[in-house]
C-alpha cells in the first residue's frame, strides 16, 4: 500500500465552512478531523464531517444512470439518457409550451461549485420561468427584505459576532446549525467569548434550545408572533428617544414614517399575544440600546412563518436604527473574494412580483416561484401547467410542505428527471435518474457561504478523488443537457469549461484582485487565507439607486394589517389547539444527512417534545405513541415530555420520514422517522414573499399507546 496522506478542503455539508484535515491512503478515507491551521474553523468541525466520506464508501449511492421500467429500475448509459431526456423535454415543450417544463432545486447545490456556477445557464437553456427551489421554506424574507431595502437580495447583512457587546437571537439555533444565513463556525465557542467579554446573549424561542441554554437569558414567545415583538421594541426605542443613526445619519430614508409606524405596537399593547411582559419587553430594548454594541440576528423561527418577510424587515430596522448597522459589533456586509454582485448595478434590483402562480397568484422573486405552489401548478389543467419536472440535488417530498401531496402530483407527471445520487422519496418518481459525484470528488469553493460570513476568509479545496471513467459530475450533467436543451448553439469552448476557470477569472476580477488573489495563490495556500474581520462598507456595498437605505418599504407597510388581525383572533383553534414547530438537531442537515449510517445510528431522535401540564392534561405519559393531526393529514410520532418547550407548543425535528416504500437508502430501517411536512399546510405561506410557513402549524394530538 502507499504512504498515507493529508488532504485539507473546507466541509460542504453545512454553512459553516469548516476546515478539514483528512488522512488517506490510496483510495480509503482513514480520518475526517477538524483543520487547526484553517484561520477561520480553527480546528473547530462538528459529527456532520464524518457524512463526507459516508456518501463517498456507501454502497447504496449511484454512480451511473438508472431508468424506472416496468420491470423495476434498470442501468442505462449516459448517453442513452441524455438522448432520451432531451427527447422527452422537448416534445412536451413542444406541445405545451416551454414552461411546461419545471426545475426544483435542492439546498445542497448552494453547497457545490458547479452547480453554483451552472445552474443559471443550465435554466436559460431551457427556457422556461418556472423554476422552485429549498429557497422559498428557508431564507427567501431575508432576500426580499435586503432587496428593497439595500437594492440586492444577497446583500445580506449578518451579526458581527465576534466583537458584539449583546447578541439578540429570534428563532435561531445557531449552536446547533452553526450559524444559518451566518456563516460561523463553532458559534458556541464564539457565543461564549461574547460573554467572556463582559456581554450578553438573549435568546427568544418557543423552546429552550441548545442556544438557549447557553444564552445568559431566555424568554419563551408564542409561535408567529416575533414581529409583534420587533414592533413593540423599535416602538420603545422611539418612546425612549434612544434612535442613534451613528454614521448612517445621512443614509436612511423614512425613520419619521417608522416611528409612526410602530406607534400602536406598544410592549403594553402585544404583550399578552406573545407570552412576554411589557416589562420584560421594554427591558430587553433599553438593553439592546445601551449595549456599547447589538445585534439582533433572527432565523427559521422568524423567516418560516406567516409574518417571515415582517419579521426580517423589522430586524434590519431595529438594527439600523440603534446605531448597529455597518459598524463594528452590529450588523455588517461580508466582503467576499468571489463578489456575486460584481456587476449588480445599482438601482437593478431584482424583480419582484412581475410574475405570478397561476392557482393562487404568490409572487416570483430571484428567478423563482415559491415551492408551496408546486404541487397545485402540476395539478390543475389549463394553460401553463407543469407537465414535466428536473430536480437537482433534492427531496422536496420530505423537505416542502404537504410534502405527501407533492408526490401525488409527481405520479401525474408526464415526465420526470432527477439529479441525485440516491433513489429516495422524490427521485424513486423520476423516469431517469443522473447521478453526480460526492463532495470528497469535487473542487469546492464557497460562493454562496462567503457572502453570509462573520469575517472575510477564502479558500479553496481541490478534489480529494479523481472520479471514475463511468461518473459525471454534477456540473458536467448540467452542462450536457444545457448544450442539447439550448435553442442557441453554445461555443464548443464553454460546452465544458471547467468551475476553476471561471472562480480563478472571478477571483481576479474580485475586490482582492489587484492583491494578488487568484486560484493558484489559494493552491498554494491549502489552509485558506485570512481577509480579516467584517469592515464599514455600506457605500461601496449598497446597491439602492440613491445609495441610502429604505427604512420602510411600501410593501411592508401595507402589510401590516394581515399582522394587526392576529390580536382579534382567538389564540388557539379548539379543533387543532397546538402550534407545531420544528427543530434542529446536531446530526442532521435537512434531509440528505440520514444517508449516513453513523449520523442516525443509536436512539431515534425523531420525536415530539410536549410541555408537561400539556401531557398531564391529555393524559400522555414520556414515550408514548402519538398521533398528531393537522388539516394535511396525520402522522405517528413518540412522546418527550419536557419543559424545554413552551406550554401549547410542540417540537418535532425536520429532515425526517426515510425509508419509504420504493427507496434504497443507507440508513437503517428502524431509523426512518416521520416527516413534519406531512402536517405542513401548502396553504399556510407568507403571503408577502411566498415562503411558506413551517413553523406555527396548528395540531391536535391524541395517545395511540402510553408507555406504563
Given at each position: 500500500m502507499?504512504?498515507v496522506k493529508?488532504?485539507?478542503?473546507?466541509c460542504n455539508i453545512c454553512?459553516?465552512m469548516?476546515?478539514?484535515?483528512?488522512?488517506?491512503?490510496d483510495?480509503?478515507i482513514l480520518?475526517i478531523k477538524g483543520?487547526k491551521?484553517d484561520?477561520f474553523?480553527?480546528g473547530?468541525n462538528?459529527?456532520?464531517?464524518?457524512a463526507?466520506?459516508?456518501?463517498y464508501?456507501d454502497?447504496e449511492?449511484?454512480?451511473?444512470?438508472?431508468k424506472?421500467?416496468?420491470?423495476g429500475?434498470?442501468a442505462?448509459?449516459w448517453?442513452?439518457?441524455?438522448?432520451e431526456?432531451?427527447?422527452k423535454?422537448?416534445a412536451?415543450q413542444g406541445?405545451h409550451?416551454?414552461h411546461a417544463l419545471?426545475?426544483?432545486l435542492g439546498n445542497p447545490?448552494?453547497?457545490?461549485l458547479?452547480n453554483?456556477?451552472?445552474l443559471?445557464?443550465f435554466?436559460?437553456?431551457l427556457?422556461?420561468i418556472?423554476r422552485?427551489?429549498s429557497a422559498s421554506?428557508?431564507?427567501?424574507?431575508?432576500h426580499?427584505?435586503s432587496?428593497?431595502?439595500?437594492g440586492?437580495g444577497?446583500?445580506?447583512p449578518?451579526?458581527?459576532?465576534?466583537r458584539?457587546?449583546f447578541m439578540l437571537?429570534?428563532?435561531g439555533?445557531?449552536?446547533?446549525?452553526?450559524g444559518s444565513?451566518?456563516?460561523a463556525?463553532?458559534?458556541?465557542?464564539?457565543?461564549?467569548?461574547?460573554?467572556?467579554r463582559?456581554?450578553?446573549?438573549?435568546?427568544?424561542?418557543?423552546?429552550?434550545t441548545h442556544t438557549?441554554?447557553?444564552?445568559?437569558?431566555?424568554l419563551?414567545?408564542?409561535p408567529?408572533?416575533?414581529a409583534?415583538?420587533?414592533?413593540?421594541?423599535?416602538?420603545?426605542?422611539f418612546?425612549?428617544?434612544?434612535?442613534?443613526l451613528?454614521n448612517l445619519?445621512?443614509?436612511?430614508?423614512?425613520?419619521?414614517?417608522l416611528?409612526s409606524?410602530v406607534s400602536?405596537y406598544?410592549?403594553?399593547a402585544?404583550?399578552e399575544?406573545?407570552?412576554?411582559s411589557?416589562d420584560e419587553i421594554?427591558?430587553?430594548?433599553?438593553e439592546f440600546c445601551h449595549?456599547k454594541?447589538a445585534?439582533?440576528?433572527?432565523?427559521?423561527?422568524?423567516?418560516?412563518?406567516?409574518?417571515g418577510g415582517?419579521c426580517?424587515?423589522?430586524?434590519n430596522a431595529?438594527?439600523?436604527i440603534?446605531?448597529?448597522?455597518?459598524?463594528?459589533g452590529?450588523?455588517?456586509?461580508?466582503?467576499?473574494?468571489f463578489?456575486?454582485?460584481r456587476?449588480h448595478?445599482?438601482?437593478h434590483?431584482?424583480s419582484?412580483g412581475q410574475?405570478h402562480?397561476?392557482v393562487?397568484?404568490l409572487?416570483f422573486?430571484?428567478g423563482e416561484?415559491?415551492?408551496?405552489?408546486l404541487?397545485?401548478?402540476?395539478?390543475?389543467p389549463?394553460?401553463?401547467?407543469?407537465?414535466?419536472?428536473?430536480?437537482v440535488?433534492?427531496?422536496?417530498?420530505?423537505?416542502s410542505?404537504?410534502g405527501?401531496?407533492?408526490?401525488?402530483?409527481f405520479?401525474?407527471l408526464e415526465y420526470m428527471?432527477?439529479?441525485?445520487?440516491?433513489?429516495n422519496?422524490t427521485?424513486?418518481?423520476a423516469?431517469?435518474i443522473?447521478?453526480?459525484?460526492?463532495?470528497?470528488e469535487?473542487?469546492?469553493?464557497?460562493i454562496?457561504?462567503n457572502?453570509?460570513?462573520?469575517?472575510?476568509?477564502?479558500?479553496?479545496?481541490p478534489?480529494?478523488?479523481?472520479k471514475t471513467?463511468?461518473?459525471?459530475?454534477?456540473a458536467?450533467i448540467l452542462?450536457t443537457?444545457?448544450?442539447?436543451m439550448?435553442?442557441?448553439?453554445?461555443p464548443a469552448?464553454?460546452q465544458n469549461?471547467?468551475?476553476e476557470v471561471?472562480l480563478?477569472?472571478?477571483?481576479?476580477?474580485?475586490?482582492?484582485?489587484e492583491?494578488g488573489l487568484s486560484?493558484?495563490?489559494?493552491?498554494?495556500?491549502?489552509h485558506g487565507?485570512d481577509?480579516?474581520p467584517?469592515?464599514p462598507?455600506l457605500d461601496?456595498?449598497?446597491?439602492t439607486?440613491?445609495?441610502?437605505i429604505?427604512?420602510v418599504p411600501?410593501?411592508y407597510?401595507?402589510?401590516?394589517?394581515?399582522?394587526d388581525a392576529?390580536?382579534?383572533k382567538p389564540?388557539r383553534?379548539?379543533?387543532y389547539?397546538?402550534?407545531l414547530?420544528?427543530?434542529?438537531?446536531?446530526?442532521?442537515h435537512n434531509?440528505?444527512?440520514?444517508?449516513?449510517?453513523?449520523?442516525?445510528?443509536?436512539?431515534?431522535?425523531?420525536?415530539?417534545?410536549?410541555?408537561?401540564?400539556d401531557a398531564?392534561q391529555?393524559?400522555?405519559?414520556?414515550?408514548a405513541?402519538?398521533?398528531?393531526?393537522?388539516v394535511?393529514g396525520s402522522?405517528?410520532?413518540?412522546a418527550?415530555?419536557?419543559?424545554d418547550?413552551?406550554?401549547?407548543?410542540?417540537?418535532m425535528?425536520q429532515?425526517w420520514?426515510?425509508?419509504?416504500?420504493?427507496?434504497k437508502?443507507?440508513?437503517a430501517?428502524?431509523?426512518?422517522g416521520v416527516?413534519i411536512?406531512?402536517?405542513?399546510d401548502?396553504?399556510?405561506?407568507?403571503?408577502?414573499?411566498?415562503?411558506?410557513?413551517?413553523?406555527?402549524?396548528p395540531?391536535?394530538l391524541h395517545?395511540i399507546?402510553?408507555?406504563?
Amino acid at each position: 500500500m502507499s504512504e498515507v496522506k493529508t488532504h485539507y478542503r473546507n466541509c460542504n455539508i453545512c454553512e459553516a465552512m469548516c476546515g478539514l484535515e483528512i488522512k488517506y491512503q490510496d483510495k480509503q478515507i482513514l480520518s475526517i478531523k477538524g483543520d487547526k491551521e484553517d484561520p477561520f474553523s480553527k480546528g473547530y468541525n462538528c459529527p456532520k464531517a464524518t457524512a463526507l466520506q459516508d456518501f463517498y464508501e456507501d454502497g447504496e449511492r449511484l454512480k451511473t444512470p438508472i431508468k424506472r421500467t416496468e420491470n423495476g429500475w434498470q442501468a442505462i448509459s449516459w448517453e442513452d439518457a441524455f438522448n432520451e431526456i432531451t427527447e422527452k423535454f422537448k416534445a412536451i415543450q413542444g406541445e405545451h409550451g416551454k414552461h411546461a417544463l419545471a426545475v426544483y432545486l435542492g439546498n445542497p447545490n448552494a453547497h457545490n461549485l458547479g452547480n453554483s456556477l451552472f445552474l443559471k445557464p443550465f435554466m436559460k437553456s431551457l427556457g422556461t420561468i418556472n423554476r422552485f427551489s429549498s429557497a422559498s421554506t428557508d431564507q427567501m424574507p431575508h432576500h426580499v427584505a435586503s432587496n428593497f431595502m439595500f437594492g440586492a437580495g444577497m446583500l445580506i447583512p449578518v451579526p458581527d459576532i465576534d466583537r458584539t457587546d449583546f447578541m439578540l437571537i429570534i428563532g435561531g439555533n445557531p449552536v446547533v446549525s452553526n450559524g444559518s444565513m451566518m456563516t460561523a463556525p463553532n458559534v458556541i465557542g464564539r457565543l461564549k467569548s461574547i460573554q467572556k467579554r463582559g456581554g450578553k446573549v438573549v435568546v427568544v424561542d418557543p423552546r429552550r434550545t441548545h442556544t438557549a441554554k447557553v444564552a445568559d437569558q431566555h424568554l419563551f414567545i408564542r409561535p408567529e408572533k416575533d414581529a409583534l415583538l420587533l414592533l413593540a421594541m423599535i416602538h420603545r426605542v422611539f418612546q425612549q428617544k434612544a434612535v442613534n443613526l451613528g454614521n448612517l445619519k445621512a443614509k436612511v430614508h423614512d425613520v419619521d414614517t417608522l416611528e409612526s409606524l410602530v406607534s400602536a405596537y406598544s410592549p403594553r399593547a402585544v404583550a399578552e399575544f406573545i407570552g412576554i411582559s411589557a416589562d420584560e419587553i421594554s427591558a430587553l430594548a433599553d438593553e439592546f440600546c445601551h449595549a456599547k454594541s447589538a445585534v439582533c440576528y433572527s432565523r427559521m423561527g422568524a423567516s418560516t412563518q406567516t409574518f417571515g418577510g415582517l419579521c426580517q424587515w423589522l430586524t434590519n430596522a431595529l438594527n439600523i436604527i440603534t446605531g448597529n448597522f455597518d459598524s463594528e459589533g452590529g450588523a455588517m456586509f461580508p466582503q467576499p473574494a468571489f463578489d456575486l454582485l460584481r456587476n449588480h448595478k445599482r438601482g437593478h434590483q431584482s424583480s419582484f412580483g412581475q410574475h405570478h402562480t397561476r392557482v393562487r397568484k404568490l409572487p416570483f422573486f430571484n428567478g423563482e416561484f415559491p415551492v408551496a405552489t408546486l404541487a397545485e401548478e402540476i395539478q390543475t389543467p389549463g394553460e401553463g401547467q407543469i407537465k414535466s419536472l428536473i430536480t437537482v440535488a433534492g427531496n422536496p417530498v420530505l423537505s416542502s410542505p404537504s410534502g405527501h401531496k407533492l408526490a401525488e402530483a409527481f405520479t401525474g407527471l408526464e415526465y420526470m428527471v432527477s439529479v441525485d445520487i440516491y433513489l429516495n422519496e422524490t427521485t424513486k418518481y423520476a423516469n431517469i435518474i443522473l447521478p453526480g459525484t460526492t463532495g470528497v470528488e469535487n473542487p469546492q469553493y464557497d460562493i454562496f457561504f462567503n457572502s453570509f460570513s462573520v469575517r472575510n476568509t477564502v479558500k479553496y479545496s481541490p478534489p480529494l478523488f479523481e472520479k471514475t471513467a463511468e461518473q459525471r459530475s454534477d456540473a458536467e450533467i448540467l452542462q450536457t443537457i444545457s448544450a442539447r436543451m439550448s435553442d442557441t448553439p453554445i461555443p464548443a469552448h464553454l460546452q465544458n469549461i471547467a468551475p476553476e476557470v471561471i472562480l480563478d477569472m472571478e477571483l481576479k476580477k474580485g475586490p482582492y484582485g489587484e492583491q494578488g488573489l487568484s486560484l493558484q495563490k489559494l493552491l498554494d495556500n491549502p489552509h485558506g487565507i485570512d481577509i480579516g474581520p467584517l469592515m464599514p462598507c455600506l457605500d461601496e456595498r449598497i446597491k439602492t439607486a440613491d445609495g441610502k437605505i429604505d427604512l420602510v418599504p411600501k410593501l411592508y407597510s401595507d402589510d401590516l394589517p394581515r399582522l394587526d388581525a392576529v390580536m382579534s383572533k382567538p389564540a388557539r383553534d379548539n379543533d387543532y389547539p397546538f402550534d407545531l414547530i420544528g427543530r434542529r438537531l446536531v446530526k442532521s442537515h435537512n434531509t440528505w444527512t440520514q444517508n449516513s449510517a453513523r449520523l442516525v445510528k443509536g436512539k431515534n431522535p425523531c420525536t415530539l417534545e410536549v410541555h408537561p401540564e400539556d401531557a398531564q392534561q391529555l393524559g400522555i405519559t414520556n414515550g408514548a405513541l402519538l398521533k398528531i393531526s393537522s388539516v394535511s393529514g396525520s402522522i405517528e410520532i413518540t412522546a418527550v415530555v419536557t419543559d424545554d418547550i413552551q406550554k401549547g407548543v410542540v417540537s418535532m425535528p425536520q429532515g425526517w420520514g426515510h425509508n419509504q416504500k420504493g427507496t434504497k437508502m443507507s440508513v437503517a430501517a428502524t431509523q426512518p422517522g416521520v416527516s413534519i411536512n406531512d402536517l405542513t399546510d401548502t396553504n399556510r405561506v407568507d403571503t408577502l414573499t411566498g415562503n411558506a410557513a413551517l413553523n406555527g402549524t396548528p395540531v391536535s394530538l391524541h395517545v395511540i399507546e402510553n408507555n406504563n
